[in-house]
């Protein structure tokens, strides 16, 4: 009986470590979304609004 105990023991405490590494892994993948997508409209503004080839220069 108590081997058995013991073993729920571990296996709930597993299962808490699984859970936070998921909520962990949620929310670097939320984040790695937003830079992309940050990524993605900085090139959009590129096509739109290409830089200068003066060097900000403008006589």
Same mark, same amino acid.
Request: include cysteine; charge should be positive.
């Given at each position: $009986?108590?081997?058995?105990?013991?073993?729920?023991?571990?296996?709930?405490? #597993?299962?808490? /470590?699984?859970? =936070? $590494?998921?909520?962990?892994?949620?929310?670097?993948?939320?984040?790695?979304? #937003?830079?992309? /997508?940050?990524? =993605?409209?900085?090139?959009?503004?590129?096509?739109?609004?290409?830089?200068?080839?003066?060097?900000?220069?403008?006589?």
């Amino acid at each position: $009986m108590a081997n058995a105990r013991e073993r729920i023991n571990r296996t709930e405490l #597993a299962l808490a /470590r699984s859970e =936070e $590494m998921l909520a962990e892994n949620i929310a670097l993948c939320s984040r790695l979304s #937003a830079q992309r /997508r940050l990524v =993605e409209v900085a090139h959009q503004l590129v096509k739109i609004d290409p830089p200068s080839t003066d060097g900000g220069l403008k006589a």
